[in-house]
């Protein structure tokens, strides 16, 4: 196998998160984290995620139904550590 080459150690952490996660994993985290990211905007999720909204909906519901928290519209993130 050849050896993998990582261009950052931002590039290392990433790499490091996915392995051992399932595709529907990061899927469902990536969704999350952009909704987050727009304050729960489904047009702003879904054009940034290059899916349709009727998709983003139905991947918000199957988070629903696992107990994943959605962020709703005008949600603001939670504040960051400053540590």
Request: charged letters at 30%.
């Amino acid at each position: 196998m050849p050896e993998t080459t990582f261009t950052s150690g931002f590039d290392q952490l990433i790499v490091s998160w996915l392995v051992g996660h399932t595709v529907e994993d990061v899927e469902r985290e990536l969704v999350v984290r952009t909704l987050a990211y727009h304050r729960g905007s489904r047009t702003r999720a879904a054009r940034d995620l290059k899916i349709s909204i009727r998709t983003l909906r139905n991947k918000m519901k199957e988070c629903d139904s696992l107990g994943v928290a959605v962020p709703a519209p005008g949600d603001h993130p939670p504040p960051r550590s400053t540590r």
